[in-house]
């Protein structure tokens, strides 16, 4: 059974809001529609504070960063994306608000592929050149990359 860690009050969530430290992680909590979600607050794009995100018309948690979307109630990326932030249960005790003290899913990460084979540089041949800068007699000297 999962252990519960006190993180809050109800009183205290700001704009349907808050953010925990629960073992040393920092857990996102929602109130969507009278109920409370926590998720990770670490985006699983490029690590953004998905608390300052906005919840966009899908009741997705935009992250300010770089529009990383993620369901606040399941962690989840829409789509079918395999990425995904750890989730947490949370709970109500009278006013106050609980925490599961180890994440009840697991994250995972937004994964980069190469689109692309790669391959050893081509060496590029040096050509020193002289400009003249229009209407002068300023010469610059200047190296030209020749194929």
């Known amino acids: 059974m999962a252990s519960f860690v006190r993180v809050c009050s109800s009183g205290d969530f700001v704009h349907n809001r808050y953010l925990a430290t629960v073992n040393g992680k920092q857990v996102a909590i929602f109130q969507i529609d009278g109920k409370y979600h926590g998720i990770s607050n670490v985006c699983a794009h490029i690590g953004g504070p998905i608390i300052d ?80 800068a229009p209407g002068t007699r300023a010469a610059i000297l200047g190296n030209v990359y020749a194929r």
């Open 53 to 132: 995100g906005d919840l966009d018309k899908h009741g997705y948690v935009v992250c300010p960063w770089h529009g990383y979307r993620c369901d606040p109630k399941t962690g989840k990326a829409p789509g079918g994306s395999p990425e995904r932030v750890e989730t947490f249960d949370v709970k109500v005790d009278g006013e106050d608000v609980l925490v599961s003290a180890e994440p009840t899913s697991k994250g995972q990460l937004e994964k980069e592929e190469l689109e692309f084979t790669p391959h050893a540089p081509q060496p590029h041949r040096v050509k020193p050149v002289r400009l003249f």
